[in-house]
């Protein structure tokens, strides 16, 4: 999924939470979209991670200033583990927003695909950032 933003505008923010009855922690990482594919691949190259593991799960984290996203993939990498008991989907929110105004399409609900007796996971999310001026 495309992210358009105004290259020329303010930085961007993200969130993700998890939803439910579920623990879990996510990373954001950077990638220069080298092969045209839209997402991280084998011919891309990483750039830097935005967001850490357990650094601030809770509140929405800076992701730079717009001009160094433009024509790059965000991507959303969260670990997840249902809570003993729990029978609720697990889904997890994404939330962007350039300045105070949230990015077009946004916020996403993904759902969390756990293969079947598995309580806990790793996924991920990949967005290609665009200028829409």
Known sequence: MPVVIDKNGEALKAQLKILGAHIGTYRID???DSD??????????????LKEYKVQDSASV?????????????????????????NQPSTVRID??????????????????FPAGQRHGVFQ?????????
């Open 62 to 86: 800076s992701l730079g200033p717009a001009p160094g996203l433009v024509d790059k993939t965000l991507q959303f990498v969260w670990v997840v583990r249902k809570d003993p008991g729990s």
């Open 125 to 133: 999310a990949s967005f290609f950032v665009k200028d829409g001026r």
């Open 36 to 49: 045209g594919s839209g997402g991280p691949s084998a011919g891309d190259d990483y750039e830097r991670t």
């Open 96 to 113: 962007l927003w350039q300045g105070a105004e949230r990015v077009a399409g946004f916020p996403v609900e993904l759902d969390v695909p």
């Open 30 to 32: 950077l990638w220069r």
